[in-house]
């Protein structure tokens, strides 16, 4: 297992590498002129060259790309060509914010679909089945950026019983400590913004989390009919095992090996995808970031944003490949 993880880690080098130059070069094949988005389309020609001299817009694009990479290996990502500050250091509370959302939104997402594809399978063919495959043909067919409005019509306009944006009340902030909302509430021991954030994560998290419930439901199903056909199944109800120890301890266990992969693939996604959603809510997370990134052309911090992102795809991935071996004893990493 250790050698199996070491030679994944080794791994993430090249990706990585290859991952960079493919976003250095989409990113500078952008249309638009960084110096231009920062000084204005008025600003003189000499004024707009002296812009791109200092933001090194003028060197050749290999150049470029190697100034980027020795940044890299010495943990430097740049700097923001719109507000000249170290991305190492602004992208923190982006990057917090995200993973606290995403979080929240799997948690919901794993919880309700894992439970609702349970016992589809386990009344297989009754209503419950039909209703709930209905409801998750209908989460993963639902566009995010209308059921984020519909949410926020309904619970913060007319019941107004849910924030409709931020992370917390403005009248009450939160100390950013580690970043994360939650966690620096509680070592504050502000217990009144922590029932803030928990509201404010509501809506956002159900939002996103829409997509991957249904997903995982059907997959969840789809498993669980097939590990309730096996002999072992059969032989302990048989022998009078009670039908719930059976789905639960028994069949579950073997059926979570495919939703695992699903779960992992649909973390990664939604820290890179939750753009629509932190739009709408107005969640300052790294979805938002990066789109403000891209219409101001400020290069490095969508290279390194990427990058991140990309970063943790992979080592999710790497987390679900290990938690493999402990759900299943028969699979073993040579």
């Given at each position: ?50 812009m ?64 609702a ?35 926020q ?17 403005i ?21 009144t ?36 056909k ?31 992969t ?6 990664g996604?939604?820290l ?12 300052p ?50």
């Amino acid at each position: 297992m250790l050698a199996y993880t070491i030679r994944r880690l080794l791994m993430l080098i090249p990706v990585l590498i290859g991952m960079s130059l493919l976003v250095f070069s989409i990113v500078h094949l952008i249309p638009g002129d960084p110096a231009k988005t920062i000084l204005g389309e008025k600003a003189p020609p000499e004024v707009l060259d002296n812009m791109r001299e200092e933001l090194g817009l003028n060197d050749p694009l290999i150049v470029q790309y190697k100034n980027y990479m020795v940044g890299l290996l010495t943990g430097d990502l740049g700097r923001s060509i719109k507000t000249k500050a170290p991305i190492s250091q602004e992208i923190k509370p982006y990057l917090a914010a995200t993973i606290e959302l995403t979080f929240f939104a799997m948690v919901f997402a794993i919880i309700i679909g894992v439970n609702a594809g349970i016992i589809a399978a386990w009344k297989h063919n009754s209503w419950f089945d039909y209703i709930a495959m209905l409801v998750a043909l209908i989460g993963v067919s639902m566009p995010v950026f209308w059921l984020g409005l519909m949410e926020q019509w309904i619970f913060a306009q007319k019941l107004n019983w849910l924030p409709s944006i931020g992370r917390a009340n403005i009248l009450n902030p939160i100390k950013p400590i580690t970043n994360f909302y939650i966690i620096d509430s509680i070592l504050a021991g502000n217990f009144t913004g922590l029932k803030e954030v928990i509201k404010h994560l509501i809506l956002p998290s159900i939002a996103l989390g829409t997509i991957p419930m249904a997903i995982i439901a059907r997959m969840t199903r789809s498993s669980m009919l097939e590990v309730m056909k096996s002999d072992y199944v059969r032989t302990a109800k048989a022998k009078g095992v009670k039908e719930f120890f059976l789905i639960y301890k028994h069949a579950l266990k073997n059926a979570l090996i495919p939703v695992l992969t699903v779960v992992g693939l649909q973390i990664g996604m939604l820290l890179g995808g939750a753009v629509l959603t932190e739009t709408i809510f107005a969640w300052p997370g790294i979805g938002k970031y990066l789109y403000d990134a891209i219409s101001m052309r400020d290069y490095p911090v969508i290279q390194s944003g990427i990058l991140v992102i990309a970063t943790m795809f992979v080592i999710i991935n790497l987390i679900v490949d290990l938690l493999y071996s402990a759900i299943d004893p028969r699979i073993r990493y040579r």
